[in-house]
């Protein structure tokens, strides 16, 4: 069975009303690793650096076609062309989600799943 990494957040929280305490738990979109790369960064010191080396050795840059705004099909000829790398995309975003709620006081988690 594959072992992928899974990345996620977690706080505990009380409900004001009832005191009940709880742990909210936030999971994160992951590029799935292979199970050797997964054990790799769940024995790394730094988990997110080794996850952020397997994805830029992994993801490339592309050429994607631009559409017209109002060519909402895409049926006429693009109006030009950009480059995108989605797995810089997704580290930007990664660092973004994970920078908002570790500000917030939730503690950071890697796991296997």
Request: aromatic content about 10%.
């Amino acid at each position: 069975m594959s072992m992928n990494i899974e990345i996620k957040v977690v706080a505990k929280a009380i409900i004001i009303k009832t005191g009940e305490e709880f742990e909210n738990v936030v999971d994160f979109n992951v590029i799935q690793t292979p199970t050797d790369v997964t054990y790799k960064i769940m024995e790394s010191e730094n988990k997110m650096e080794e996850y952020e080396n397997y994805v830029t050795s992994v993801s490339k840059d592309e050429e994607v076609p631009v559409f017209a705004e109002d060519d909402v099909f895409q049926e006429e000829e693009p109006v030009g062309y950009k480059t995108v790398n989605e797995g810089e995309e997704h580290l930007v975003e990664l660092h973004n989600e994970v920078k908002y709620y570790t500000n917030k006081g939730y503690d950071i988690i890697f796991d296997v799943i």
